[in-house]
């Protein structure tokens, strides 16, 4: 529905421009005349075009107008047109995949709680537990940096893992 309603915004800009167009003659009129000039509006300013691309900008504001008819017929309604000083009209779209203020409040209140675990651990047990999660270092990289066995470090993790589950309850 966005995309229609760019695509719709699009068009009207381009009806706008060509609404200003003017010519020596009517486009209707079947007159031979090779002084006939064709002229469309861009930005203020008269431009002289080909009959081929004046026609196109005719036939493109003509489309907007019919696109513009046919969804206030059908009732749809711009996001656009909801545009104010404050606020687009499009950040009034919901966005689904967004937390709610719950699961927002709940997540704070739960990375609080690991912290306050975290602290209650021994400093080699932090050391480990913050090299692997926070630094997203594998066992095997630990292992080397630090000199301890990978079963060792593995089993260490496990173990701190079980204290934390139980500290936060």
């Known amino acids: 529905m966005t995309k229609i309603n760019h695509e719709q915004g699009v068009l009207n800009q381009v009806a706008n421009q060509s609404a200003n167009k003017v010519t020596n003659q009517q486009v209707g009129d079947h007159q031979e005349n090779s002084n006939q000039q064709f002229y469309i509006s ?7 075009v080909s009959e081929e ?11 907007a107008r019919y696109l513009e008819e046919r969804d206030v017929a059908r009732g ?3 996001y656009n047109s909801m545009d104010t000083d ?3 009209g499009e950040d009034m ?7 709610s203020v719950e699961e927002a409040a ?6 609080d709680k690991l912290r306050e675990a975290l602290e209650l651990l021994t400093d080699d047990e932090r050391e480990l537990i913050e090299a692997i999660f926070y630094d997203q270092m594998s066992e095997r990289e630990y292992s080397v940096t630090s000199g301890i066995p990978r079963k060792t470090i593995s089993d260490r993790k496990h173990r ?4 934390l589950r139980k500290l936060l309850g």
């Open 42 to 48: 861009i930005a203020g300013t008269k431009v002289t």
């Open 76 to 78: 749809v309604v711009s």
């Open 106 to 111: 709940f997540d704070r209140i739960m990375a």
């Open 86 to 88: 404050e606020m687009l």
């Open 53 to 63: 691309i004046y026609r196109e900008y005719s036939s493109m504001g003509r489309r």
């Open 93 to 99: 779209i919901p966005d689904f995949d967004a937390k």
């Open 160 to 163: 701190i893992l079980a204290k």
